[in-house]
Nanobody, 118 residues
């Protein structure tokens, strides 16, 4: 069973950049597709970006296309989310999650807060 720990959140100004990291342990990282999700106050959790087991098959929400980049380093058991040109509407708790093939995202980290001031 994989455990996930996010880091890299913080308070930034609009237009700034942040890189989130999610370190995995307790499983074979390359067996899992990974995703970043976020939840803003009063809103439902939404998918931000996902990536396949080998680093291909990336998907982005329309709201972050061209600004965010998901990547992974299977040698380091880590998935990243590079966030550029941040906007106040990007403010949320960001979670990473893992799933095996033919399953839903069943493994979640504790989340990291990202706050973007205008």
């Amino acid at each position: 069973q994989v455990q996930l720990v996010e880091s890299g959140g913080g308070l930034v100004q609009a237009g700034d950049s942040l890189r989130l990291s999610c370190a995995a342990s307790g499983g074979t990282f390359s067996n899992y597709a990974m995703g970043w999700f976020r939840q803003a106050p009063g809103k439902e959790r939404e998918s931000v970006a996902t990536i396949g087991r080998s680093g291909g098959g990336t998907f982005y929400a329309d709201s972050v296309k061209g600004r965010f980049t998901i990547s992974r380093d299977n040698a380091k058991n880590t998935v990243y989310l590079q966030m550029n040109s941040l906007k106040p509407e990007d403010t949320a708790v960001y979670y990473c999650a893992a799933r095996t093939i033919a399953s839903t995202y069943g493994y979640w980290g504790q989340g990291t807060q990202v706050t973007v001031s205008s």
